[in-house]
């Protein structure tokens, strides 16, 4: 169902982020966190340039906008690994 190898993403996945396993980076000094931001689409891309200007995260580290079924929302996903110490 989940591919760490994200060349081999389906059609139904497109644009998400894959999941990262802890086994596979090999570091258990760091943990993986993933962010949910929802809401419209000006608000997402203020919430990814704000965190972008705190140093948090990259804006290409953020999966495509997702429609949740809600009318004009959206979500956004980012994967991070994050120092446990």
Not at 47 to 56: D, E, M, P, V, W
Not at 70 to 85: F, G, N, W, Y
């Amino acid at each position: 169902m989940f591919h760490s190898d994200d060349h081999n993403q389906s059609a139904d996945n497109a644009g998400i982020p894959p999941i990262i396993s802890s086994a596979n980076l090999g570091d258990p000094t760091y943990g993986i966190a993933r962010h949910l931001v929802l809401g419209d689409r000006p608000v997402l891309r203020l919430t990814i340039a704000n965190l972008h200007k705190r140093g948090y995260a990259e804006p290409n580290d953020w999966s495509k906008p997702l429609p949740t079924g809600r009318a004009d929302e959206h979500m956004v996903i980012l994967t991070k690994q994050v120092p446990l110490s």
